[in-house]
């Protein structure tokens, strides 16, 4: 695998602007669900993870936090085939709870869909969705976004928490794929499409 260098085109999202916007989500957050009962945030691993814990460390009131891991990725893994699997489940009981589901990306809308539909059946006392970016051109299906970082253009992304080929996460920053550098490498990222 090449260094990181050889396959942005771009910076999208500076680390600066990631850890500003999420501040203010963090104090929305807060605002918002101060007094109304028990919150939990739900990260839709592996993507989210980064997100989470910038996230939660901006939430002043007290909440919970679990994981889920959901796939739906068809072959070669860039775009989600709208078929959703849960791989990893919730342990805690979500009952009568504030869900605050923390998601990396999302553009068609039919993983983060079927995940509420999935959640609602365990009697939440609301669902909601925070994501960090929001492709809205290429949605399929309508998804109650409450809290939205940032809305992109329908480009392939990787860093902070978006891989590309399994790699590069640990980025800071929000980077552009050069396509023309990526054409021909191995297939498949959790980063392009969720």
Do not use: W
């Not at 999202?13 to 989500?25: F, H, K, S, V």
Request: contains cysteine; proline residues 3%.
């Amino acid at each position: 695998m090449q260094d990181y260098h050889y396959y942005l085109s771009e910076v999208l999202i500076t680390e600066d602007a990631l850890q500003r916007r999420i501040a203010e989500l963090g104090e929305q957050i807060s605002r918002d669900y101060a007094g109304k009962g028990e919150l939990v945030l739900v990260c839709i691993l592996r993507g989210g993870v980064l997100f989470l814990t910038d996230l939660m460390r901006k939430v002043t009131i007290p909440h919970a936090i679990e994981f889920m891991a959901v796939s739906s990725y068809g072959v070669g893994g860039r775009e989600s085939n709208g078929q959703v699997r849960i791989t990893l489940d919730l342990n805690l009981d979500i009952f009568n709870k504030h869900v605050l589901l923390v998601e990396d990306i999302i553009d068609s809308g039919h993983t983060i869909s079927a995940v509420i539909d999935f959640l609602a059946t365990r009697r939440p006392a609301s669902i909601s969705v925070c994501v960090l970016l929001d492709k809205e051109e290429r949605r399929e299906v309508e998804v109650p976004i409450r809290y939205r970082g940032f809305t992109i253009p329908n480009k392939f992304v990787f860093g902070y928490g978006l891989d590309l080929d399994d790699y590069y996460r640990n980025l800071p920053f929000i980077g552009v794929v050069d396509l023309q550098k990526y054409q021909g490498s191995e297939q498949g990222s959790e980063g392009a499409i969720s």
